[in-house]
């Protein structure tokens, strides 16, 4: 394959400014979700909940329950916006709108319109963490007791967002690349995003549960989000969070690699039987 | 300095496969600049495949393919950035209005700002569609989407258009509207590749046409070279034609095409024959017409459904 002529190039930019272009047009209710569902979550788990937990210790410190999901609850908004972008969104793109064969007849190669949508997957997570930071932020002025956010430290969410956007997004693209209809994205709900927000540590200490899960959970990404996540909201930033960094650069090379190869040969439908 | 009368497509061998389907097998085609060449064939002859490997979409599986002087292997952005496509499936983004189709679409040709709008609006007014320009994709006939997605087609004042079936399943004022623009755009010189599966469309647009069927190419030539290659001037079409009757035109050495309800003949001297049929069969209900392109069409390429 020549790479000039097929491989990727800074035109992925159109792709991501399209999607942005309709994200635009119902930015009215485009910005509900965001707003209303970890609302919703913080009210149900946080009031209710917490009212039977008390605290949680969290690296040999008590910390409120509310205070200790808040992060997790963003990290998996996070996570869900930049899934569902490149699962179903994209799917829906690919295969109902023909949108990308549209896109592949201009100067645009099949990696400029996966990347481009690699790109827009790791951005959804920017409008929801910013909105999530407000909303925790008014929260905090009304709600008495330690910070649920700790400043300067939980501004670093936002641009660190878009890395466990890029992962997610790149695992999500692998999901449309292989999944034959749309109701298969179940499976990879069932086997991959909801074990995920369950057993990352996100609503209880990973060492409550036995050793094996703590271990595994050591895999998902969502794990080291929260880990990060959690050190700049509760202000415990250290040193030893760039592992769970590095993790997440790993995971991105690695299924950014599968999802280009996969979704491009998907896209030529060179990949059918036969 | 590039030869003027150099080919626009120059195919030789060209060949791809699905697994291992054929569906273009080995064929050989130029064309040529400002000429408006037809591609026929029934369903799954080919065309929209070979069609795909012109603009690019995949690379053929053997045989060597370049546009506008440049192989298609490695200067496929290049080739892109010059041709437009207008494909067989609806691909409009009913995410964005009718202005933005083409606004958006424009960027991906790296034209962007006042210029692009310029042009978008500019070509609407050509589709005759200013009027609906904000309007939701959803909200237009099935003629104005496809006159749309041809003007998406144009927004890069491309020197080759690829029209895949642009008028396949449009009432019949849409289609001439379609003809119209499509005359239009030969006129201001643009070397145009069509499909359709109709004939009289290709008969009137095309300058030369290229027949296939199952990844072959069956014939090759204009309009009027075809008919009177294959069908002469004139056709008898006898309905419901009587065992005498066959067995006159039989006798006669006659061929023709038959099927359960009439018998279709090409013969050198058709009124002649005609007027003989007549005299000796005067209940008989025949015709006599100017051979068309269908005619060529169905001789070639068989009666018998497709699919
Ligand atoms: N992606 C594909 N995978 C496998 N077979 C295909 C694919 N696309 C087309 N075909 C087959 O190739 C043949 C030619 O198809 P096509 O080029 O679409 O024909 P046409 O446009 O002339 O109707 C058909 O038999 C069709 O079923
Ligand atoms: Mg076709």
Redesign the pocket.
Known sequence: MNRRAHGLSWRAVRVWQRNLDVWKRGWKINFLPPLLEPIFTILAFGAGLGAMIGSVTYRGQDYGYVQFIIPAIISISMMYSSFFETSYASFVRMYYQKTFDAMMTTPLSAYDVIAGELLWGATKPVFYTSILLCVVSVMDLFVGGPPFLHYPDSLLLLPFCVVPGIAVACTGMVCTALVPHIEDFNIPFFLFVTPMFLFSGTFFPLDQLPDWVGIVAQAFPLTHTVRIARAATLGRLEAGLFLSLLFLAVWTLVFGWLALRLMRRRLL?TN?P? | MRDVNAPVVRARNLTKR??P?L?VDHIDFDIRPGECFGLL?P????????IKMLHCFFPPSEGELSLFGLPAETHAREIKARMGVCG?EPSLDPDLSVLQNLVVFARYFNNTGREARRRAEQLLAFISLSHKKNAPIVSLSGGMKRRLQIARALLSDPQLVILDEPTTGLDPQSRHQVWDRISHLKMEGKTILL?THYMDEAETLCDRLLIMDHGKILEEGTPPELIARHVGGWVIEIVHPTLEVRAWLSERGLAFEETSARAVLHPPDAEALFHALRQRFPGCSCSLRRATLEDVFLKLTGRELRE
């Open positions: 439908g059918l036969g | 699905y697994g389907f569906a064939g369903n799954g002859a080919g065309k929209s495949t070979t067989q499909t």
